[in-house]
């Protein structure tokens, strides 16, 4: 019979969601962190969070939240860790050199078959598996977080990545209920962020310029665009917002591509600008000492919404 184990490396805040999501696919799982106070952490940690799912209606796959506990296992060895393992995902820092020794270690000890994924939120696949033996077998799996109430997860292959981990790491997240988007190839910050920089960069730019405060962006987003987002894109949205495509461009596209060559070049993020969007960020969020109030009623109204759409899916 296939192997039902996976190993999670490091058990940290990505090293526990993916804990999570993979017993809830029905899977066994080790986990190894260096640290290993990190592993207690972790345990008391996954089953509070499993008692929240539930309360919330949100546990995921067809076991209770005692099996799924009792499928996450915990060592401080790495090689019993990925003994035997059909899909390693290594969730430690976000340091090259670590990722690429830690890669190196594992390739030795897991089967010659087995696929290395790595949670990097913006580290080029090349650059972590191009000095591995079995580079053929890697690639990025990069959640967005929270992953249980934000499923999208970008899976980006280096140009040696073998078709049968693309397609096996697609699989995977598809059964454990994330939305899977297949890069085509590797490129600097993936596609969410990409995404999320150039808004900033936009956002930026209008906030320093004086067109609009940070805390009129923020309606801009949350009360406007982001209301569509929640559950369409951009080219759905102009989709819908003509007759097609063609029409939309025969409407539109001179107005917009007028716009978008007004665009300003990218600023660092600093100076005197950062200190207008850091005090209205304080007016929007309060002050920093009490964010962690403010992170709260956010994961509230991200379950809340997890919750709306978990239904209309249903529709
Ligand atoms: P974290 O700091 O919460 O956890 C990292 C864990 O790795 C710690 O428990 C640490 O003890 C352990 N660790 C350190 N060196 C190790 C080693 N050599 N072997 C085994 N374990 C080791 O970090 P977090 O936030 O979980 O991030 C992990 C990865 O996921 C990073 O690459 C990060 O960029 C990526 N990521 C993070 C997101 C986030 O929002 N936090 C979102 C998407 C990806």
Not at 96 to 119: G, Q, R, T, W, Y
Not at 132 to 147: A, I, M, S
């Amino acid at each position: 019979m296939a192997s039902k184990k996976i190993a999670v490396i490091g058990s940290g805040l990505i090293g526990r969601s993916f804990s999570m999501l993979f017993v809830s696919g029905g899977y066994q799982v080790s986990v190894y962190d260096v640290e290993p106070a990190q592993n207690a952490v972790a345990k008391d940690d996954i089953w509070s969070q499993l008692n929240k799912l539930e309360e919330q209606g949100l546990l995921r796959g067809s076991l209770s939240k005692e099996q799924q506990f009792a499928n996450i296992t915990y060592t401080e060895d790495l090689a019993e860790c990925v003994n035997g393992a059909f899909f390693i995902q290594e969730c430690i820092p976000e340091r090259l050199e670590l990722k690429k020794s830690v890669f190196a270690k594992i390739e030795k000890v897991m089967s010659p078959d087995a696929i290395m994924s790595s949670s990097t939120s913006a580290l080029m696949p090349s650059l972590i598996s191009g000095d591995l033996t079995h580079k053929n077998r890697f690639v990025v799996t990069h959640p967005t977080n929270p992953p249980f109430y934000a499923p999208a997860t970008e899976v980006v292959p280096a140009s040696w990545t073998d078709a049968d981990v693309i397609e096996k790491t697609v699989a995977l997240l598809k059964e454990i209920g994330q939305a899977p988007v297949l890069l085509k190839k590797e490129i600097n910050g993936f596609v969410l962020n990409r995404i999320q920089y150039a808004i900033l960069a936009e956002t930026w730019n209008l906030i320093r310029d004086g067109i609009v405060s940070p805390e009129d962006c923020d309606v801009i987003m949350s009360q406007g665009l982001g209301m569509r987002y929640a559950f369409m894109g951009p080219w759905e949205t102009a989709y819908l917002n003509a007759d097609g495509l063609h029409s939309y461009s025969d409407r539109y596209a001179d107005m917009i591509y007028g716009i978008q060559k007004d665009f300003l070049p990218p600023e660092k993020i600093g100076g005197e600008t950062l200190d207008v969007i850091q005090r209205g960020m304080e007016n929007v969020a309060g002050p920093v000492e009490n964010l962690e109030q403010r992170r709260q009623w956010r994961d509230r109204r991200l379950v809340a919404l997890a919750k709306l759409k978990a239904g209309m899916n249903k529709e």
